[in-house]
């Protein structure tokens, strides 16, 4: 794989490079790793949103057309099924 950077990026990459003692094909590869980490982390956490979002919505599908008896609370039910 190739990445085409702009001279002034290649410039940038080098002086960091040269700033932490390391190659500019190193840090660049230490950069990359480190984005792909945070992107991953990204993608899951928007994932792990999304069905959540799905199961809220199910139970809202679940939900809707049952109604609670008069005067019992969710809580009711809720002590009902530990007893």
Do not use: W, Y
């Amino acid at each position: 794989m190739q990445i085409n950077l702009t001279a002034e990026q290649e410039a940038q990459l080098s002086q960091i490079a040269a700033h932490k003692g390391k190659g500019a094909d190193e840090l660049a590869r230490e950069v990359l790793l480190r984005g792909l980490d945070v992107e991953a982390k990204l993608i899951a956490s928007r994932s792990r949103n999304s069905q959540g979002q799905e199961v809220v919505a199910r139970l809202l599908e679940l939900r809707r057309g049952n109604m609670l008896p008069a005067n019992v609370t969710i809580q009711d039910l809720i002590h009902e099924g530990r007893a």
